[in-house]
């Protein structure tokens, strides 16, 4: 499934961004979406998730701030990002799980200025 991202950019400590990740194929079939994000010189790693049946789970630096949401109708999932840190900067990927195969998106990147 090909996936693109959008919606990073660069905001003041405290702000909110809204990144969207548009799938060309019906996400009603999607195991799991995820966005995961890379801080430079460090491990990409699984900042949101939601399931099929649409249940979340989130890394705990971002609890309270960070919503996934998926939208079926338009076949996107987003993730709205309050509060932000400068800790929340990188690059940010969309990822889906499917039975057997997944798939990236481009990355958007997000940068938090304190």
């Known amino acids: 499934v090909q996936l693109q991202a959008s919606g990073g950019g660069m905001v003041q400590a405290g702000g909110s961004l809204r990144l969207s990740c548009k799938a060309w194929?019906?996400?009603?079939?999607?195991?799991?979406l995820e966005w995961h994000r890379q801080a430079p010189g460090k491990q990409r790693e699984l900042v949101a998730s939601?399931?099929?049946?649409?249940?979340?789970n989130y890394r705990d630096s971002v609890k309270g701030r960070f919503i996934i949401s998926r939208d079926t109708a338009n076949n996107t999932v987003d993730l709205q990002m309050n509060s932000l840190i400068p800790e929340d900067t990188g690059v940010y990927y969309c990822h889906a799980v499917l039975i057997g195969s997944d798939s990236w998106g481009q990355g958007t990147q997000v940068t938090v200025s304190s």
């Open positions: 194929r019906s996400i009603n079939n999607i195991n799991l």
């Open positions: 939601i399931t099929m049946g649409g249940r979340t």
